[in-house]
């Protein structure tokens, strides 16, 4: 009955389903005939066991990497694979690595994290912080020194070594903090760019393929916001404001920023083809909640944050 449940939750998280589809799981088996006993049937079981299940899972990979294979006598040696990911409209980026492991190249998802600092530098942090310092990995200088072998990205992580002249040369800055020779640690372009950029000379060569792929960038462009909300992000930490809710679906470009004493229920419209901010103002007076509206462009409230008497000057309309 345990390996039941158990294999239940395995399935949402994979599935990324809710943790109340849980319950109806359990009930949908019970109501089959399956016997799954009288516990451990609420949805509040699930956050528990899945951080257990991620928590036995880092284990599993360290132990993979620091374990001494017995036809080497030394452990596996790895590349790892970063690239960009937009989380939850925020800029990110995605870590993996590469090992061989009894004699097969097995790849390993590791994390997607957050990268606020999209320089070389803060992108390497990212990656040393990935593998060291628990997010999710803690493994040792030492074993880096021994073992990490290669790093693989786009062209935009590069360096003119690489080819790429304007790149971020990430692994330039990897190799500095952690006392490694650049000849030590390859840095090559991961196959699936390299199909890209055989892509991208076809696209060049063929005038209707470019033609086509010219039409559906510019339907994409209005879309494509990730930038924008970083943008946002930090102008509303000058201005000392809160972010609230993003647009009711995925392709609205604005946000609400939510400054309030005491939270007023207000789902105020929102646009979806301009780079506005809508600021929300909530104040309690005489015991009833008054809501106060001003539309800001980006361009302005970069402006605002220049001095504090400009943030006063902001005329919230009622």
């Known amino acids: 009955m345990a390996t039941t449940i158990g294999l239940q939750i395995l399935a949402l998280t994979k599935e990324a389903d809710s943790d109340r589809s849980f319950e109806r799981r359990i009930h949908t088996l019970a109501v089959s005939g399956v016997n799954v006993g009288t516990k451990n049937h609420?949805?509040?079981?699930v956050p528990k066991l899945r951080h257990s299940m991620h928590k036995v899972l880092i284990a599993s990979i360290e132990l993979l990497l620091t374990?001494?294979?017995?036809?080497?006598?030394?452990?596996?040696?790895?590349?790892?694979?970063?690239?960009?990911?937009?989380?939850?409209?925020?800029?990110g980026q995605m870590h993996g690595v590469i090992a061989m492991i009894r004699g097969v190249l097995v790849p390993i998802?590791?994390?997607?994290?957050?990268?606020?600092?999209?320089?070389?530098?803060?992108l390497a942090d990212l990656l040393i912080a990935c593998l060291m310092k628990g997010l999710p990995l803690k493994l040792s200088i030492e074993l880096l020194l021994r073992s990490y072998s290669a790093f693989a990205a786009d062209g935009q992580y590069q360096s003119e070594v690489e080819g790429h002249a304007?790149?971020?040369?990430?692994?330039?800055?990897?190799?500095?903090?952690?006392?490694?020779?650049?000849?030590?640690?390859?840095?090559?372009?991961?196959?699936a760019h390299r199909l890209e950029l055989g892509q991208d000379t076809v696209r060049e060569a063929i005038a209707f393929?470019?033609?086509?792929?010219?039409?559906?960038?510019?339907a994409q462009e209005k879309h494509l916001y990730?930038?924008?909300?970083?943008?946002?992000k930090q102008d509303a930490k000058v201005l000392g404001v809160k972010l609230a809710a993003v647009g009711e679906h995925r392709c609205c470009a604005c946000m609400r920023i939510r400054h309030c004493i005491r939270t007023a229920p207000v789902r105020a419209p929102l646009c979806v083809r301009c780079a506005c901010v809508q600021v929300q103002y909530a104040q309690h007076v005489s015991a009833t909640r008054s809501a106060r509206y001003t539309r800001i462009s980006l361009g302005?409230?970069?402006s605002l944050c220049a001095t504090s008497s400009n943030r006063r000057s902001v005329q919230l309309q009622r």
């Open 42 to 45: 609420s949805r509040k079981l």
């Open 67 to 91: 374990s001494v294979d017995p036809a080497t006598g030394r452990e596996p040696v790895f590349a790892t694979i970063i690239d960009k990911a937009t989380v939850d409209r925020e800029t």
């Open 109 to 122: 998802f590791l994390s997607t994290l957050l990268a606020p600092n999209a320089s070389g530098e803060g």
């Open 166 to 191: 304007s790149g971020l040369a990430v692994q330039q800055h990897l190799c500095k903090k952690l006392g490694l020779s650049v000849k030590c640690l390859l840095s090559r372009w991961d196959g």
């Open 209 to 218: 393929y470019k033609g086509l792929a010219a039409v559906v960038a510019d």
């Open 226 to 232: 990730g930038k924008g909300f970083d943008r946002v």
């Open 300 to 302: 302005t409230l970069s």
